[in-house]
């Protein structure tokens, strides 16, 4: 499969990796996409990965994974619009985390989401919240003494949530946990602040929140 992978931070980098590394074609996407930064990051990861634009990551991909920083969402999207995206599965990792109070808090919530506005401007496209949840160096073959906990996702599309659960499988995750359409973005995203406060607490950054059923 070929995919592109938009921003080229920790956590697009990670997934970058994770796809590489089980034979998938990777082009990550950056606005420095020929920086000495990338430039040495490609030279210390094995696989099929090359660097590109925006566009070029979006258009390359026959599924893509949004992992821009939270704030920039509405400039990316701006200048790339809907077209290269088409009806593709997008895995959306983004949060809209707020840390300009010295916390982590959320630039908006709980009316709408960065899922949502994802999926209104890629009305064609198949958006998959997943992976915004955990830490990056967690993504790709997590590590937890009592067993990774199942992923939180939400999307509007049946098949699009099952290929992300098949991912999620292959990276590692036991299973994905579906709480409904994109529009539960709203819930999920504002566990993130949640869980920054807990890793500030623990010390830690390789934590994550379980759902234990009865």
Request: contains cysteine; hydrophobic residues 40%.
């Amino acid at each position: 499969m070929k995919v592109g992978v938009l921003g080229s931070g920790d956590v697009g980098q990670a997934l970058a990796r994770g796809f590489a590394a089980r034979g998938h074609e990777v082009k990550i996407g950056s606005r420095d996409p020929g920086s000495d930064r990338l430039k040495a990051w490609l030279k210390e990861t094995r696989g099929a990965i090359t660097t590109g634009t925006f566009e070029e990551a979006a258009r390359f991909g026959e599924l893509i994974v949004f992992s821009v920083h939270g704030s920039a969402v509405p400039e990316v999207l701006g200048d790339l619009g809907p077209g290269p995206f088409g009806e593709k599965v997008v895995i959306d990792t983004t949060n809209p985390l707020d840390f300009s109070t010295g916390s982590a808090t959320l630039l908006f919530g709980l009316t709408d989401s960065l899922g949502e506005r994802i999926q209104r401007t890629l009305p064609k496209a198949k958006v998959v919240k997943a992976f915004n949840t955990v830490s990056s160096v967690q993504m790709v073959d997590p590590q937890f003494p009592d067993g990774a906990p199942e992923m939180l996702i939400c999307g509007n599309d049946p098949g699009a949530k099952k290929t992300v659960e098949g991912i999620l499988r292959d990276f590692g995750w036991p299973a994905a946990l579906d709480v409904g359409g994109i529009e539960e973005a709203r819930w999920i995203e504002p566990l993130v602040p949640l869980w920054v406060r807990i890793g500030a607490k623990l010390g830690t950054w390789r934590h994550a929140l379980k759902i234990v059923r009865p």
